[in-house]
């Protein structure tokens, strides 16, 4: 399918998040900062579970993940490039589940299917690893994810353990891109450990296109 039907796809996709999070009063937690603890791990769902999460979570599972590395994955059921590079990330997240790095996936599937249409799916494909459905607003959580990004899935992005942004895929990964791809990121966190700048970001990749 080519790049500009699939950019119209996701924002229809997207659209309707926002939509039937207003109309179904699907349980979220998106619940104010003062109501958790945020210095706490995040809790991440159980393996092929899935919970509707907002944007105020998914900021603070950026920052709150307890690994060296957090690779997050833009994906859904209905978008055959995700499906395909899908087992790639289930084969890292085994191989780098004991190097400090942390694997999780963010759904753009329906909100009112995916807790019925999900989890059968993630246990079919042994996605074994965290996922959270996105429900959120485009205009806002697009440009937050990066300033490059126009919402077309999929998408991978690498953080530190501080939810600093390390790199940006914004294409369908190989499964050699995606090692090397984690390798360079756990590179690059263990080389601030042992040398610290005064720097307050990390720097970004090079954006990936199709």
């Known amino acids: 399918m080519k790049r500009s039907r699939w950019h119209v796809l996701i924002f229809i996709v997207m659209l309707?998040?926002?939509?039937?999070a207003q109309d179904a009063e699907i349980p979220s937690d998106?619940?104010?900062?003062?109501?958790?603890?945020?210095?706490?791990k995040?809790?991440?769902?159980?393996?092929?579970?899935?919970r509707i999460a907002g944007q105020e979570e998914i900021e603070r599972m950026?920052?709150?993940?307890?690994?060296?590395?957090?690779?997050v994955n833009f994906w859904a059921t209905w978008c055959p490039p995700c499906i395909e590079e899908l087992p790639y990330f289930v084969e890292a997240a085994r191989e780098y589940e004991d190097k400090g790095?942390?694997?999780?996936?963010l759904s753009g599937d329906f909100l009112d299917q995916v807790e019925q249409k999900t989890p059968p799916f993630l246990k079919k494909?042994?996605?074994?690893?965290?996922?959270?459905?996105?429900?959120?607003?485009?205009?806002?959580?697009?440009p937050f994810i990066s300033e490059h990004w126009d919402g077309v899935f999929p998408?991978?992005?690498l953080y530190d353990a501080r939810g600093r942004k390390i790199s940006e895929y914004l294409k369908a990964l190989t499964k050699d891109e995606l090692r090397q791809a984690v390798d360079e990121a756990l590179k690059s966190v263990k080389g601030d450990a042992d040398q610290p700048s005064a720097s307050t970001g990390a720097e970004i990749s090079p954006v990936e296109e199709p």
Do not use: C, E, M
């Open 16 to 20: 309707s998040l926002s939509f039937a």
């Open 30 to 40: 998106d619940r104010p900062a003062s109501a958790t603890a945020t210095a706490a």
């Open 42 to 50: 995040f809790n991440f769902p159980a393996p092929y579970q899935i």
């Open 62 to 71: 950026l920052k709150t993940h307890g690994a060296d590395v957090l690779v």
């Open 101 to 105: 790095v942390q694997f999780v996936g």
């Open 125 to 142: 494909q042994k996605i074994f690893y965290p996922n959270l459905a996105l429900d959120v607003i485009p205009a806002k959580f697009i």
């Open 155 to 157: 998408a991978t992005v």
